[in-house]
């Protein structure tokens, strides 16, 4: 995880609430509340707490951009507006099916790794020729065996001659684009489960303040009918 990674995991964490005013999405939308009618349905709550606590960032004093360039917190802003859409619980299944999914892909390409170097090794005794320890391995291959899951990288388009990389289409810059946008997705995946994990995550604290979260909550869906 980078340090932008991190900063936004960390902004977004103490955002994602910001301004609740005790009813969820759907209340808001079938009563046709401002905030509903501002943001089009669609996540009316999340995208009100990010704006809001952006217009907060343009203070001086509350502006800690300073620092950063403008590519940072170009990314900085996109993640923290990715994480915070995450905590709708309209994209809870959605988001919970691709984190299994990566989870699933990661072990298959981890078992695979191991069955291979298992069968390296009875092949080749050592395993110091050829191939390469079973650290090296580690090193230059895992990622790109590791499937499409979580930890796992593409294979770079372009990487070798004949690859039909050089053509004058822009195929080549379009398939960059898309391997650096198929990662940000799996660095970003991962946060936002931790950052939904924290959210509702009131049922692994001590029993006293579980059941004061419980009774809020239960609370506040009666208030809503």
Same mark, same amino acid.
């Given at each position: 995880m980078t340090g932008i990674e991190l900063l936004a995991l960390v902004v977004a964490a103490i955002i994602h609430d910001a301004g609740h005013p005790g009813v969820d999405n759907t209340y808001l939308i079938t009563h046709s509340d401002p905030l509903a009618?501002?943001?089009?349905?669609?996540?009316?709550? %999340?995208? &009100? $707490?990010?704006a809001s606590s952006f217009h907060l960032m343009r =203070?001086?004093?509350?502006? !800690?951009?300073h620092p950063l360039s403008a590519g940072d917190w170009t990314d900085l802003r996109r993640d923290i507006i990715d994480l915070v859409l995450a905590t709708d619980m309209?994209?809870?299944?959605?988001? *919970? %099916?691709? !984190?299994? =999914?990566?989870?699933?892909?990661?072990?298959?390409?981890?078992d695979s790794m191991l069955d291979e170097e298992n069968e390296g090794g009875g092949r080749q005794g050592d395993g110091d020729s050829q191939s390469g320890?079973?650290?090296?391995? $580690?090193?230059?291959? !895992? %990622? $790109?065996?590791?499937?499409?899951? &979580?930890?796992?990288?593409? %294979?770079?388009? +372009?990487?070798?001659? +004949?690859?039909?990389?050089?053509?004058?289409?822009g195929s080549s810059s379009a398939q960059t684009t898309e391997d650096e946008e198929t990662l940000r997705e799996r660095a970003l995946l991962p946060r936002q489960v931790l950052l939904k994990?924290?959210?509702?995550?009131? =049922?692994?604290k001590? *029993? $006293?303040l579980h059941l004061k979260w419980s009774y809020r909550v239960q609370e506040e869906f009666m208030r809503q009918g």
């Open positions: 009618i501002d943001f089009n349905d669609r996540s009316p709550l %999340e995208n &009100y $707490h990010l =203070v001086p004093a509350l502006d !800690f951009s309209a994209r809870s299944i959605s988001i *919970t %099916e691709r !984190f299994k =999914v990566a989870m699933l892909l990661g072990k298959a390409g981890r320890s079973s650290e090296d391995r $580690h090193q230059g291959g !895992f %990622e $790109h065996r590791g499937g499409e899951g &979580y930890g796992s990288e593409p %294979e770079s388009a +372009g990487s070798g001659p +004949g690859d039909g990389s050089d053509g004058e289409d994990c924290a959210d509702i995550g009131h =049922v692994w001590p *029993t $006293h």
